[in-house]
């Protein structure tokens, strides 16, 4: 008689396949398209799954200006960025980083 195993074995480094994906944020909000986007960069949406592997895909995001944000966040929302030096501390609020964005 066979003996019958439960267990998955895990996948290899060369055995993982990655595929690429648009997405198009226009109209989105972003918290919530941020999570699906995570999901897909760490791979947690395959049924080949393993935690000490990098099984994520790649994701192109398209249309990042025109993101949206829920109640005053988009005056309210700041964006830092510490560089480790005294005064090295950067501050944007995100209507200003969007606005450098678009001029980009």
């Given at each position: 008689m066979?003996?019958?195993?439960t267990?998955?074995?895990?996948?290899k480094?060369?055995?993982v396949?990655?595929?690429?994906?648009?997405?198009?944020?226009?109209?989105?909000?972003l918290?919530?398209?941020?999570?699906k986007?995570?999901?897909?960069?760490?791979?947690?949406?395959?049924?080949t799954?393993?935690?000490?592997?990098?099984?994520g895909?790649y994701v192109v995001?398209?249309n990042?200006?025109?993101?949206?944000?829920?109640g005053?966040?988009p005056?309210?929302?700041?964006?830092?960025?510490?560089?480790?030096y005294?005064?090295?501390?950067?501050?944007?609020?995100?209507d200003?980083?969007?606005?450098?964005?678009?001029l980009?």
């Amino acid at each position: 008689m066979a003996k019958i195993t439960t267990t998955t074995k895990p996948i290899k480094i060369s055995q993982v396949k990655r595929d690429w994906y648009e997405v198009n944020v226009s109209d989105e909000i972003l918290g919530r398209i941020a999570t699906k986007i995570s999901l897909i960069l760490q791979g947690k949406r395959k049924s080949t799954f393993v935690p000490h592997l990098d099984c994520g895909d790649y994701v192109v995001v398209v249309n990042a200006t025109k993101v949206k944000l829920t109640g005053k966040k988009p005056m309210t929302k700041i964006y830092t960025k510490y560089s480790g030096y005294p005064g090295g501390l950067k501050k944007v609020v995100f209507d200003q980083l969007i606005k450098k964005m678009r001029l980009l």
